[in-house]
């Protein structure tokens, strides 16, 4: 986070310098940094945006295994234009928004910027960073999908998916990482518990309240009913994929190969194993039996406690913070389906709810004493007082209502023309064969192709 | 006895099912069927070639009840499973020679 602020510099900066020319660009170039250290920290973070580029794998195979074999298809499409229209979008708008204030439209840091070179204090590449700053943006466009599932009209999804890449995410992380008034303030969030998966997430939970329950998800009395995912492995292998990209996601997050990453990445795997047995003992005593999902659920319960965290806490309390986040995801998926919330995926309470855990987590387990900080604010616990928790609180809180109000504007304005929801004749078949002509396990033997239309 | 074989759409096996339970219906078998009747299959393209799916899916549900039930029984899966549009299915009933419950070896209407 701290390097990110110089970062959010360094970019206003570089921005500045390619509007002013040539002789400006000089400067910029003329650096006195370590270079086998400058090029380990750009391979290093290439390599940690192709592990959070690669996370969409995973959320596209969580969230087509945990929904109906007949909406694959569907859920998969979206997977694949929270990428590829989030990209486009982010660049073309989100990133400047989010960090240089400047050049607010057009891609002019493309031609600006391929050969930038690092500032002094600073040694990542612009075209680097953009590609890791894109792979997050299209992590917190994806979280929604899963909790739309089985009911969304893809024309309108699409609407979603630009505006919040373009738009909604770039502004929080403006706040954030671009320097705004949470970092200001002293809010602290690492790789973005609350900047990326509580803006996914409470995206998700507008979402899913404003489209409303799946056909046949309560019971004329109310009652909710399981629908079952159509297939356990695909959606396993999605979370051990997830799992695999946020050593990208966290270890990333400290945009340079230095000491600090291997204790990052430990922290987050502990957090992850932390997050998984809570879930497992918190659904065998709650519903008698442990629940294969809701451990899938629980380690990325885990990964989100400590997305915010993994830099500023300590081994120990990276744990409990998995720990606790696993046991909050069984009580947050039971309660939201109590309130009618029809998330089929989970993806509120493991990227919403646990998402803003993991944010007030740094505020209490926060560490400035530990060996591996040299600088820094203690949490409640030990020995910095509420300051750093109020921090948090204030921060949770305000990137809560801005996008609980901007996505419910949004989805109710998706709504209003028509185009969020399909047809209920529809969604009872499928939205693969209705919205995209082909079932997601097929065309089956008993389908005949009979006409090509083109040669 | 009678056989009474229904086919009905797939979403609503759970009402069907609940509706049975309630004029005391003691079990039923479903399938995973596919098929045409009135209703057709549709046409839909996959990379640019069209392609005609004939059959849609659909369930099959039998049960076996005694002669005196056996109307109650379809009027009961008619009326739940009827949503007035194309494609709710058919109902139809066929005789029964002899039911026995296997772990019990009772035969006739004791076995149902």
């Avoid at chain 1, 046949?216 to 909710?224: C, H, L, T």
């Avoid at chain 1, 855990?357 to 020995?383: K, Q, R, Y």
Wanted: with cysteine; net charge negative; aromatic share 10%.
């Amino acid at each position: 986070m701290r390097r990110k602020l110089l970062l959010g510099a360094g970019l206003g900066g570089l921005a500045l310098v390619a509007l002013a020319g040539p002789a400006h660009a000089q400067e910029a170039t003329d650096i006195p940094l370590d270079d086998t250290q400058m090029i380990l920290d750009n391979i290093f973070l290439l390599i940690a945006a192709v592990l959070v580029i690669f996370m969409q794998a995973g959320f596209a195979m969580l969230e087509a295994g945990l929904t109906s074999a007949k909406n694959v298809g569907s859920i998969l499409m979206k997977n694949m234009v929270d990428f590829c229209l989030g990209a486009l979008m982010f660049g073309l708008i989100g990133y400047h928004i989010a960090y240089s204030g400047e050049n607010l439209f057009g891609f002019s840091w493309l031609w600006g910027g391929y050969d930038a070179a690092p500032t002094t204090d600073y040694s990542i590449m612009l075209p680097v960073d953009f590609l890791f700053q894109v792979a997050f943006a299209a992590t917190a466009a994806t979280i929604v999908s899963g909790a739309l599932a089985g009911r969304a009209k893809f024309s309108g999804y699409l609407i979603y998916t630009a505006l919040i890449t373009a738009f909604i995410y770039p502004i929080v992380v403006n706040w954030q990482w671009g320097g705004g008034w949470l970092a200001e303030m002293g809010f602290q969030d690492f790789a973005g518990s609350t900047i990326v998966h509580s803006v996914g997430g409470w995206a998700a939970l507008m979402g899913a309240i404003i489209i409303g329950p799946r056909i046949g998800k309560y019971s004329a009395e109310g009652k909710p009913r399981a629908i079952p995912g159509h297939n356990i492995v695909i959606a396993m292998l999605g979370v051990f994929i997830l799992f695999v990209g946020w050593f990208g996601f966290n270890p990333g997050s400290q945009l340079a190969a230095d000491i600090e990453v291997p204790r990052i990445a430990v922290n987050t795997a502990m957090a992850a194993a932390g997050g998984g047995v809570a879930a497992l003992f918190t659904s065998w005593i709650v519903f008698r039996r442990p629940d294969v999902s809701m451990v899938g659920n629980g380690i990325l319960a885990g990964l989100v406690s400590i997305t915010a965290g993994a830099y500023l806490m300590d081994g120990w309390t990276s744990t409990i913070a998995g720990l606790i986040g696993g046991i909050i995801v069984v009580f947050s998926v039971v309660g939201l389906e109590r309130l009618k919330v029809d998330d089929p995926v989970g993806a509120v309470s493991v990227h919403g709810v646990c998402g803003a855990w993991g944010t007030l987590a740094v505020g209490l387990f926060a560490n400035a004493n530990a060996p591996f900080l040299d600088e820094g604010i203690d949490g409640l616990f030990f020995g910095g007082g509420l300051d750093l928790f109020v921090d948090q609180l204030v921060g949770v809180v305000a990137v809560f209502a801005f996008v609980v109000v901007t996505t419910g504007i949004l989805f109710s304005a998706i709504k209003a023309i028509g185009m969020l929801r399909v047809d209920p004749e529809h969604e009872i078949e499928g939205l693969d064969v209705t919205e995209f002509g082909v079932p997601g396990y097929g065309p089956d033997a008993l389908a005949t192709i009979t006409r090509p239309t083109a040669s | 006895m009678q056989l009474i074989t229904a086919i009905i759409k797939p979403h609503m096996l759970d009402e069907v099912k609940d509706a049975l339970r309630s004029v005391g219906v003691q079990g039923i078998t479903v399938t995973e069927v596919k098929g045409f009747g009135r209703q057709g299959g549709h046409t839909e393209t996959y990379r640019g070639a069209e392609y005609k799916i004939d059959f849609v899916p659909k369930v099959k549900l039998e049960v076996v009840v005694d002669d005196a039930a056996a109307d109650g029984v379809v009027s009961t899966i008619a009326e739940t499973a009827r949503t007035e549009r194309i494609g709710d299915g058919k109902i139809w009933t066929t005789p029964v020679g002899q039911v026995v419950r296997i772990r019990t070896g009772e035969s006739g209407p004791d076995a149902i």
